[in-house]
């Protein structure tokens, strides 16, 4: 009984993803902005993440990605991204002093669909890496320290090619900017 339902899921799985992915062909193509085989880059600043911190930070990012294939109506891509966050915070008051630097390099995957709009892609996806961290407070006494730190992230982000192979590109999340604005383009 078991096995017979379990088949049938999978069969049924099957038959739904194969046809979803001939609609998505069929219909993806004609305004997909990233396609299977395509390389895109994107270049940002905004919000950083301080990582283990909440405080405020400039960071700035850039990623490239290669489009690996097809999933449902958008496009499975993989690629490398690397950033800076910049923070610093100080308190006459409380008289401290602190400042962190942090310099990541990950790997990334999301899932990029235009929703059939002209010009648009929308994507979201994750990104672990390694990130190295120096920090130092001065609080009375001088603290300085660097460390190698897990660097993950979650991101959704969008864009709009105001040409065949520049557009605008948004992108928030937990990864090593929180909220960007910047440049994408389309390599191949």
Known sequence: M???IIIKTILAAVVLTGSFSSYAQKRG???????????????GAGVGNDYYDSRNAFGTKAAIEYGLGNA????????????SSFSNTSDVSLRNDFRARTFVVALRSAWHSSWNVKNLDTYGGIAGGVGFRHYEFNSGNHISESDLIPA???FIGASYFFSSNVGFNVEVGRDITLAQVGLVFKLR
Do not use: D
């Open 29 to 43: 193509s004609e305004n997909a902005v990233v396609n299977k085989g395509n390389v895109i880059a994107n270049i």
């Open 2 to 4: 078991k096995k017979n």
């Open 72 to 83: 449902g109506p958008g496009v499975i891509t993989i690629g490398l991204e690397t950033g």
């Open 152 to 154: 993950f992230g979650v």
